[in-house]
Each structure stands twice: as C-alpha cells, then as structure tokens.
C-alpha cells in the first residue's frame, strides 16, 4: 500500500486487491459488508448505518481501546457506481470534541485479471498533523478490508 501526504493537508493511500471492481464497490456501499471491515485495527465497531445516495448519511460508532466512544459521519456527495465514492468526513471524540468536516473520495479502477485498484484520497484537514493522524486509522481500516476480501471470495 501507497501512503502519500499531499502538501495541502491530504493524505492517499492506494491498495490493489483480487477482487472484481463491482465486488469491491459494494464492500463499501452494502452497510453489512462494511461493518466487517470499517473501523481502525485497534478498535471495536459499535454500530454502521448507511443510507448510501446522493445527500444519504453514514454514521458509524467505535470503542478505543481505552474504552471511550468515538462517532464518525457524514453525507455521501457523489455515487458514482462502480467507480467513485466521495462522501464528508466528521469525527466527535470521546471527550466531546469536535473535528472540522473533512472529504474523502474512493475511486475504483478496474485491472486485469479481475483485480481492483482503490484510491482513497482524504483532504480538507486543517493541519498537517491532523492528516498524519488520520493515515493510521485508514490504513488499519484498509488493512481490515482486505482480510475481508480475501475472506468473502
């Protein structure tokens, strides 16, 4: 996996994976196969609901290892199937604070031999810090979808 931050406060990170591109696309849009995979490596998933349309909601809870609750969501923009996801991206910690809103967008490309290639771009963050700690979570979740793939051929 490629992990690439961008200058302007984004980070990317790009996996290949066996799997058809419309069996990849809806690993990300079927809200019961994203709850298999969508959450960090460390962490527990509490609950993943997913309307998934233009201006539909995601919401999804997660418990840290330290036992606190962290709240994530956002409103899908652009449903492109089977090629591009892009949805906002909010996070509310344990402790109540707040993130500003940020903005991913998912593209699957089509390889041979029936693979995928997906890029996740995430931008919009409000310090180079902040990217840098976001790359952790996703590629723990990306590590996660992964076995998840490999598991449900």
Known sequence: MNVVLKPAQELELVRDYK????RVFAAWTDP????????PQDCTL??????????????????????GII????????????ERLVFTYNTQYADGAVD?????????EALDAGRTRLTLRHERFWSEPAAISHT???????ERFGEFMSADD
């Open 19 to 22: 799997a058809p591109r419309e």
């Open 32 to 39: 019961d196969k994203a709850a298999r995979w969508w959450v």
């Open 46 to 67: 509490v609950s993943c609901k997913m309307d998934v349309r233009p201006g539909g909601g995601w919401h999804r809870r997660m418990q840290v290892p330290s036992g």
């Open 71 to 82: 709240a994530k969501w956002g409103e899908y923009r652009e449903i492109a199937a089977p």
């Open 100 to 108: 500003p809103e940020t903005l991913v967008t998912v593209t699957f």
């Open 136 to 142: 952790g979570g996703w590629a723990g979740a990306l």
